[in-house]
């Protein structure tokens, strides 16, 4: 392994791949991404629903997705890569006014930044989702633009276009230390030697609040246990369907073949590293299905096609973007909770211009700064899924 870096980053999933492929482009060639697992993509990026939306209830999420789905649009030609975006749309419904209310909160300000979100009637729901129960609906909001991407895609574009220049991916090695002196980062001590560099990128995932313990630093990311359940190949609903979430049961669906996908995500759920699939959320998700989704009376999951990952969850919901307090030279992309994938072009252009810069120029990201936990100045989002 080499021995010396101009930037170390740690963690290959999506989101270091498009941070390492950021700074090649920003002119920072020396880059070594280094990845605990024999290969990139392997966290919780293989996990992925896919899902990738402008839909959100804070201006910082929707600003993230509005920068980020664009980009995923130039990706094939900019990257080589294929991150496989499909337009599907996202369709939040639901039955109850207070949720009605906050939806409609939401599309405001998703409409002032520019997202082509619109509000439907039941009927215009059962129109774009015939597979939907739709008579006591109050409503919902549906953007064409929302979709899905290939998280493999994504991952092997930006790891393959940084690659070309010059940026290299050490696998098996996982970061044991990050050490420092007087003024900051000297290195990283990892299981295949000692690298020195005056930069460390923490993109650990789940794991980033281990990685910062092993630099001394606290950073409040916590993984959190979410499952997916698909289904045997099952009729009843159009060979693509947008990702359709019932606000009600927080239950959502979308197409994977001739199969249907199911996820929802209990908030009560505890935190830790476990990623075994718990059969008992077939049940969960089966006795949910019934109410908004009558066509998944007869679907058949067997666990085989069902899984399990980690969300790296933060107390607001928001990830932690830029440099570390508590140490010069160690910067933070961390805490992407369900939202990693579909953030992670605006993430990798934030951090490259933060380490190449000194600062973020393309986009205000001051919300989502590392000291805002400490500060008290949390921006809640509502809309996680
Ligand atoms: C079930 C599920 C569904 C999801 N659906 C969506 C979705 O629809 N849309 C979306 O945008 N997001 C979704 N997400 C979230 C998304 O997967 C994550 O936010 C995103 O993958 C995080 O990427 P990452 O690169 O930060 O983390 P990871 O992909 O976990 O990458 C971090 C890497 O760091 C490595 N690492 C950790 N510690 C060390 C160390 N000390 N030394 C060396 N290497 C180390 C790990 O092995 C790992 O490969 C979903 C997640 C799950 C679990």
């Given at each position: 392994m080499r021995d010396k870096a101009d930037v170390v980053i740690v963690g290959a999933g999506v989101v270091g791949c498009s941070i390492a492929y950021h700074l090649c482009l920003a002119g920072v060639r020396d880059v070594l991404l280094l990845e605990k697992?024999?290969?990139?993509?392997?966290?919780s990026t293989a996990k992925a629903n896919g899902g990738i939306r402008a839909?959100?209830?804070?201006p910082i999420h929707i600003e993230l997705s509005n920068y980020s789905i664009s980009a995923y649009e130039r990706f094939n030609e900019e990257t080589g890569g294929d991150c496989g975006l499909v337009r599907a749309g996202y369709l939040f419904v639901t039955a109850d006014p207070e949720r009605e209310a906050s939806l409609r909160r939401n599309l405001v300000l998703q409409q002032e930044l520019g997202v082509p979100a619109r509000w439907l009637t039941a009927g215009g729901i059962a129109g774009i989702a015939p597979y939907a129960r739709c008579d006591d609906l109050q409503g919902g909001t549906y953007s064409p633009q929302d979709g899905f991407i290939d998280p493999h895609g994504c991952t092997m574009g930006y790891l393959r276009a940084a690659g070309r220049m010059g940026a290299e991916l050490q696998t098996g090695?996982?970061?044991?230390e990050i050490t420092r002196d007087g003024r900051g980062v000297t290195g990283v001590r990892t299981s295949a030697g000692l690298v020195a560099t005056r930069k460390v990128v923490n993109a650990a995932g789940p794991h980033a609040g281990v990685l910062a313990e092993r630099a001394g630093a606290q950073v409040p990311v916590q993984p959190v246990k979410r499952m997916l359940a698909c289904t045997e190949a099952i009729g009843g609903a159009p060979p693509v369907i947008p990702m359709t979430i019932d606000m009600d049961t927080g239950l959502l669906i979308r197409r994977e073949g001739q199969g249907i996908v199911l996820g929802h995500s209990d908030p009560a759920d505890p935190p830790g590293f476990d990623t075994g699939f718990d059969p008992g959320f077939i049940e969960v998700v089966s006795e949910k299905a019934l109410?908004?989704?009558?066509?998944?009376?007869e679907a058949q999951i067997s666990p085989k096609r069902c899984w399990a990952g980690l969300y790296p969850e933060t107390p607001d919901h928001h990830a932690i973007l830029g440099p570390c307090p508590d140490l010069p030279g160690f910067y933070l992309a961390v805490g992407?909770?369900?939202?990693g994938l579909m953030h992670a072009p605006a993430t990798g252009r934030a951090l490259a211009e933060m380490i190449a810069g000194g600062e973020c120029r393309?986009?205000?990201?001051?919300?989502?700064?590392?000291e805002r936990i400490s500060e008290g100045d949390l921006v809640t989002e509502t809309t996680v899924l």
């Open positions: 697992l024999p290969a990139a993509g392997q966290g839909q959100w209830s804070t090695t996982e970061a044991l109410v908004r989704f009558p066509f998944l009376a992407f909770g369900g939202h393309f986009m205000d990201v001051s919300a989502l700064r590392p």
